[in-house]
């Protein structure tokens, strides 16, 4: 089945730890995203990749890191710098950039 | 500034018609995209509009003025599973942030018997 997968479903943080989402997508797309969800309110783009070994800060890359070694992963790290990471995070990949953006399942991050 | 304005919250009738506004304001325009979430789970792509008019779908129709800076998305014959959020976003196409989409807050749509 082609699709994009998140895991882990649920991720729990401790004060000071670095957490990495995984993100896949076997559909071929060269444009993969990272989105955050918070009650309330819109959608919002942590980072952005057009393409391989290519990345881009969206409106709220402060505390976070990706990388994109591989064109069907793009990983999202969680770092300590991150002060507020509870949330719904959502990974979403598009052909190109110009194209409509399909969605993951989305990992919910809780801080403990 | 970027703001796309949609209202909180709507409740239909089972088997009804029901409109969702949105409006916005964006420094550029290059499409407008209507999803649907329901609670907990991912947004599913519902339609598309970068001209004038009506666009339809089975049961879901989008119309988009560019002029008016305005959207809706119509669902037709409503049923329980169309409970969920419906998000409006705009896809930007300004300088370096070209071709990033922008979301409104989300409608969450209660259809009741």
């Known amino acids: 089945d082609g699709g994009i997968t998140q895991s882990p479903k649920y991720l729990f943080r401790k004060e000071g730890q670095n957490v990495t989402l995984s993100c896949e997508q076997n559909l071929n797309h060269d444009a993969m995203y990272w989105y955050r969800q918070d009650p309330g309110q819109g959608l919002r783009l942590i980072y952005y990749?057009?393409?391989?070994?290519?990345?881009q800060k969206g409106d709220i890359a402060e505390g976070y890191s990706v990388s994109r070694e591989k064109k069907e992963s793009f990983p999202l790290t969680v770092t300590s710098a991150q002060k507020n990471p509870t949330a719904f995070y959502l990974c979403a990949s598009s052909p190109t950039r110009q194209e409509t953006q399909y969605f993951g399942p989305g990992t919910r991050l809780l801080v403990l | 500034g970027q703001n796309i304005d949609q209202p909180t919250e709507m409740t239909a009738t089972e088997g009804a018609i029901v409109q969702i506004n949105c409006t916005y304001q964006?420094?550029?325009?290059?499409?407008l995209f209507w999803y649907q979430q329901h609670a907990g789970e991912a947004p599913t792509f519902l339609s598309y509009n970068v001209l004038d008019g009506l666009e339809e779908k089975g049961r879901f129709s989008s119309f988009l003025s560019r002029s008016k800076g305005y959207s809706y998305l119509l669902l037709k014959e409503l049923q329980m599973k169309d409970s969920a959020s419906y998000l409006c976003a705009v896809r930007d196409q300004d300088g370096g942030s070209q071709g990033n989409l922008i979301f409104g807050k989300g409608t969450k749509l209660s259809v009741k018997p």
């Open positions: 990749s057009q393409i391989v070994n290519d990345f």
């Open positions: 964006t420094s550029g325009f290059n499409g």
